[in-house]
């Protein structure tokens, strides 16, 4: 292992860890572009990055990592990409589920999957299901999915228990809401940490209402290029911020 990425995992406080991360994975068509090769060549090299940082992160100790992977809004790209980037998922899928089983590591979905090609729902259902009793961490993939549509869901769901008298318009709480969340109905706790990558700075319609108080990480480097001391850095950097929930840090201190 190289002596700076040694470094910087000592530096960790493993008491002190995350217990759900969260990454916008950005950057891979600039690195492509960077390179002078087609966008799909830097979805090829994120597949790395993601092979790097889950080991990374189960290895820590971190208890779910979840990877924003294809936006609602992505369906808008060229179709070509699209495309390429349906079937890099059931490649991967079929080559890493060996390796999530080796790990002991549970694959979960978040996002709308109905409208996913067949062959990548498929994949990606068996992956789920093959890996379901795995212990060691949850890898979460936020696919398809949208912020918004995911609490406009939940609001939904609770407009009809109302409607249907199961439940007065006074008792819909934080929890019920959070409850019907893709993320309440699978059990994720909220992130505490978001990273993304390649600079920009936004949230891009991901886990709007399960962000509201995770620290955010922007980093310049570009999702392909991401490796395991650059997740290191993240929480390094996450464990030296005073979370203070709306208190004063004078409060935090006693
Ligand atoms: C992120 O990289 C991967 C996906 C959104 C699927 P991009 O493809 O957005 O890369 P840039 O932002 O164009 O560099
Ligand atoms: C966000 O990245 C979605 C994923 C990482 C899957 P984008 O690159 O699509 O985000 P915007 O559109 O630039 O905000
Ligand atoms: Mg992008």
Known sequence: MQAVRMELKSAIILEKLPRHVAVIMDGNGRWAKQHGKPRVFGHRNGVQAVRDITEAAAE????????????TENWNRPKIEVGALMRLLVETLHKEVKT?????????????????????????????????????MT???????????????????????????????????????????????NQIPDPELLIRSSGEQRISNFLLWQIAYAELYFTPVLWPEFR?????QAIIDFQQRERRFGKTSEQLAQ
């Open 228 to 232: 395991k001391e650059h997740l290191y």
């Open 60 to 71: 820590l100790g971190i208890e779910y990592l979840t990877l924003y992977a294809f936006s």
């Open 139 to 185: 890898l979460v993939l936020a696919l398809n999915y949208s912020a918004r549509r995911e609490i406009l869901q939940a609001a939904r769901l609770l407009a009809e228990q109302v409607q249907a008298g199961e439940l007065k318009p006074e008792e819909v709480s934080e929890e019920r809401f959070a409850a019907r969340l893709n993320t309440g109905m």
């Open 100 to 136: 999530l089983m080796k790990n002991n590591i549970r694959l979960m979905a978040i996002g709308d999957l109905s409208q996913l090609p067949d062959a990548t729902r498929r994949a990606l259902l068996q992956g789920i299901e093959t890996t379901k009793n795995n212990s060691r």
